[in-house]
């Protein structure tokens, strides 16, 4: 039975999400490969290399793993997402100096000046026509220019960015203090856990707010659609 002939038999309106949508499955392991590439996966290297290795050898995993991405990712002609670029720079200038300079201290510190530097960036994009998540959001979910454009989204994109740009500040502020109080392989580790379930529960709202939104306005699928012809 098609669509047409079911609304002709109940006498409503059956909305069909519009061709080319993607499904929020498809957006959520989206964001998990990408969040896990470029943020999960080099943490726990520089866990594991420095219980058996030293901190050189630790940090030029760390950054060998994400170069290795984004190469493979060229090589393959596939999108490097911004997230993947952004973590293959601050970690290529953050192993540079550590290597330079011998300081694990100046290595663990720096992201502390990088997501202050970020979060001024997600802030102050809140005074542009396009805040910075408007510009992030196409590495996560496809989306033309007509989505973006539309009152919804765009007033979705600037609290998002606010929201994201308070949460990177708190960030900075629980490393720092962290680095402070613990030493190099606690800090790893329980920095890691404590900085990673800060994120998620950040991503989680980001998601959920993402998709109330994008549902109301037939940008994300949610639910499987009828496989019939209209």
Known sequence: MTLLTEQRRTGTRLRVPPAGRPHLRDVLVRVAATVVTAVVVPAAILWAVLQVSDFPAAVIGALAWTLAAVG??????????????????????????ALATGSTFLYFVQPVFSDLTVAALFLGSLCCARPLVSRLAPDFCPMNAEDSARPEVRLLFRRLTLMWGLVILVKASVTL????????????????GTITLLTLAAAVVTIVWAAVVGQRASIVVTRSSPNAAV
């Open 177 to 192: 203090w962290l680095l402070n109080a613990l030493s190099t392989s606690n800090f790893i580790l329980i920095k890691g």
């Open 72 to 97: 493979w990712r060229w090589a393959t002609h596939r999108p490097v997402s911004g997230l993947l670029m952004l973590t293959s720079v601050i970690l290529a200038l953050r192993t540079a100096l």
